[in-house]
């Protein structure tokens, strides 16, 4: 469950970076390029939410759930 909740904030900082961009901050595609082409591209958004919301959002719920599971195990 450890490495879950490792990759769960992993996914946090990454999705979280994405956010940004909702936000009117400049986002700087690091590992590869197009990464503006992909958050204003039509698929970006699920009944007009940005898909980068979601994952956070999913994100979370499994850091959190991760967490608990570690907590309640020990």
Do not use: K
């Amino acid at each position: 469950m450890q490495i879950i909740s490792v990759l769960a904030v992993l996914g946090l900082i990454d999705t979280g970076y994405l956010v940004l961009h909702y936000f009117g901050l400049p986002v700087q595609c690091v590992l590869a390029s197009g990464c503006h082409a992909v958050l204003d591209s039509a698929y970006a958004h699920v009944f007009g939410m940005p898909m980068a919301f979601i994952g956070l959002a999913v994100y979370v719920w499994l850091f959190l759930v991760s967490l608990w599971n570690l907590i309640r195990v020990e």
